[in-house]
């Protein structure tokens, strides 16, 4: 880096403060704020920024490392967003933080997408007996079991967990849609639904049924409450046969009277939130 250049800029920013203090001509920045300037100067252990009104900012040695792939290519003249972390330091400058930038954009459109009710495509990196591992805009995320659509979520008789897994390793690396559903980013609590995103899907093909309908289908799962009943006219649409309603008589697993594959008649009884909950017809 050039000695006097840095000088130079260093003088000009001591000056911006002076008028400041002064006058208070320039606009206040406050740690947390996220900020675009022009890259002044490039070195190892120190970047200047011409933050326009604000003055000059820097980034320095951990930071530049820390952000080294963010940074690699960028030269003088290059915009750049960071964010401020001291608004005005002991060498006169706001000090700089290029990742916690870019954390703070990804946070912020997360958000922005929950408030808009946006369905997005995810693809599973992980799994745990909870549910799948995801991510979105660069930030790690959870999908857990409960929220999985019910052509996705493990069907699993006997609640053993290792077969819950199993299932759910399926999932890993395929493109699912869903919605976020809650979001923090102090915490970085990040939760998405897939079955929130198949409700207003579902909720206008349901609305081509109605209550105490027969329709034909198939046996598409069974767990320890039921069985699922995927439509023969519309695959689109499953269907849930509690397991008081699968015989005529008291069972004490669904796996007694059905199993995948099968071919059923079922009534529906109610179409709620997408679903339609059904009675085994004979």
């Not at 979520?153 to 976020?180: C, T």
């Not at 915490?187 to 206008?204: C, P, Q, T, V």
Request: proline share 3%; net charge negative.
């Amino acid at each position: 880096m050039n000695t006097g250049n840095v000088l130079k800029t260093k003088s000009l920013s001591i000056l911006h403060k002076v008028l400041k203090d002064d006058s208070q001509s320039f606009p206040m920045i406050r740690p947390g704020d996220v900020i675009e300037g022009l890259i002044l100067e490039k070195g190892s252990r120190i970047m200047l920024v011409d933050l326009g009104r604000y003055g000059t900012g820097a980034v320095y040695g951990n930071e530049l490392q820390s952000a080294r792939e963010m940074t690699r290519g960028l030269r003088p003249g290059d915009k750049l967003l960071a964010k401020v972390i001291d608004s005005d330091n002991e060498d006169g400058y706001a000090e700089l933080s290029i990742a916690e930038a870019g954390k703070q954009k990804a946070w912020d459109e997360i958000i922005e997408l929950k408030e808009k009710d946006e369905i997005i495509k995810i693809r599973p990196s992980g799994f745990n007996k909870g549910g799948l591992i995801v991510e979105a805009c660069g930030i790690k995320g959870f999908l857990p079991l409960s929220q999985l659509s019910s052509e996705h979520y493990p069907k699993v008789p006997d609640g053993d967990s290792s077969k819950i897994v199993q299932e759910l390793q399926r999932l890993v690396k395929e493109d699912l849609a869903v919605k976020i559903i809650d979001v923090n980013s102090k915490s970085n609590k990040l939760i998405f639904s897939e079955r929130a995103a198949m409700e207003e899907g579902l909720k206008e093909l349901a609305s081509n049924y109605k209550v105490d309908e027969v329709i034909e289908g198939i046996i598409s799962g069974v767990a320890s409450f039921g069985a699922f009943v995927r439509f023969t006219d519309n695959p689109a649409v499953e269907g849930l046969i509690h397991i008081s309603e699968l015989d005529h008589r008291l069972i004490d697993n669904p796996t007694d009277v059905v199993k995948i594959g099968d071919a059923v008649k079922a009534k529906i009884l109610e179409i709620k939130d997408g679903r339609a909950n059904c009675l085994r017809a004979r």
